[in-house]
């Protein structure tokens, strides 16, 4: 379930945006102090083609933030990231991005959604890839991390995808739900194939 990030959750998510493995993945790697999250935080409340949830599981607990920007009024388009938290089940992106896709076809009437991802970023490639995102190119060594330069990987899905998008998500995500209902939710889940 997504819902807007609001004030209370502007300090639960400073943690999660600071994880080592959360910011490996992002543009931005530095860690974030306190000031620049509460003046990102605020420059993100302000900007309309911006949308930031919480994401909660079916139990309700936040697992992880889900965003919309650089969205195109005029163009049905918009942008598309997430991020679990770092302590979040094993699926919970499967999850987060069925979500998300749901709300801009089916809410927002989006025409076009789009992402980039960094390649290092291979469990994110793989799960765009799998759920039926299209690969649209690769901005070759575009991005330093620190060390090395990365490519970017650009996914698009379009409103006339959506539906077999749809169907593949939901039939991925009963399988997952059966799994979680179970085992113990401390053994990760078998990987799905």
């Known amino acids: 379930m997504l819902t807007p990030l609001t004030e209370e959750d502007r300090d639960l998510i400073l943690p999660w945006r600071n994880a080592p493995e959360v ?14 999250h509460r003046a ?20 309700g607990v936040p697992q992880g933030v889900v965003y919309l920007f650089d969205w195109n009024r005029d163009h ?3 942008f598309w990231g997430f991020y679990a938290q770092p302590k979040a089940p094993p699926g919970t992106g499967l999850f987060m991005e069925e979500d ?10 989006l025409h076009k959604l789009c992402c980039e991802v960094l390649a290092s970023n291979w469990q994110v490639v793989n ?11 690769v901005l070759r060594q575009q991005f330093w991390n620190g060390q090395e ?10 409103q006339d995808e959506w539906p077999s998008v749809r169907d593949y998500l939901f039939g991925r ?15 990760p889940p078998p990987k799905l194939s």
Do not use: N, P
Not at 173 to 187: A, M, N, V
């Open 100 to 109: 998300l896709l749901r709300y801009a076809f089916e809410d927002l009437r």
């Open 40 to 59: 990102w935080f605020a420059k993100m409340r302000a900007d309309s083609t911006r949308e930031w949830f919480l994401y909660r599981d079916e139990g």
């Open 127 to 137: 799960l765009h890839e799998m759920v039926g995102c299209k690969k649209e190119g």
């Open 76 to 78: 049905g388009t918009a």
């Open 149 to 158: 330069f990365v490519d970017i990987v650009r996914f698009g899905v379009l």
């Open 173 to 187: 995500l009963e399988k997952l739900r059966s799994i979680r209902k179970g085992k113990d939710q401390s053994t």
């Open 23 to 36: 910011r490996r993945a992002m543009y931005s790697q530095h860690e974030i102090t306190e000031e620049e």
